[in-house]
């Protein structure tokens, strides 16, 4: 856990250098890819991001971000992400085959 901590403090800052150069949901995603697996196709523990579309990520993103959906770890990254940018993570994903 201390290890994941460590990597949602370094997301953090991530997510504020991104907000200033505008959303591009391409280069944000990069960073859910370590957790999620290349393009989200997680087979660890971590869920895929791609079995559900566009609104399943975005609403799963609010929900953490709200903590209303329980999370080890989601509920801290959703937070450093604007609901802008969130949907243009999601977008992007979305676009993946
Ligand atoms: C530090 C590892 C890590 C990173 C980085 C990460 N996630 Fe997650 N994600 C998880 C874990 C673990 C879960 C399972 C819920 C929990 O325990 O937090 C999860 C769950 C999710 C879910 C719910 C999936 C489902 O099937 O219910 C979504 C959507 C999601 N993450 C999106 C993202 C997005 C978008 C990013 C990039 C902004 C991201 N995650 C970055 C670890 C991570």
């Not at 591009?24 to 989200?40: D, N």
Request: hydrophobic share 45%; aromatic share 6%.
């Amino acid at each position: 856990m201390r290890a994941l901590a460590a990597f949602a403090a370094t997301l953090l800052t991530a997510g504020v250098a991104a907000a200033q150069d505008g959303p591009s949901g391409q280069a944000m995603v990069q960073t859910c890819y370590v957790c999620h697996g290349p393009e989200g196709r997680s087979a660890e523990a971590v869920p895929a991001l791609l079995r559900g579309q566009k609104e399943f990520v975005v609403r799963q993103m609010i929900e953490f971000k709200a903590d209303r959906r329980p999370a080890t770890i989601m509920n801290r990254i959703a937070k450093s992400y604007s609901d802008e940018q969130i949907a243009a993570i999601a977008d992007y994903l979305a676009g993946l085959k």
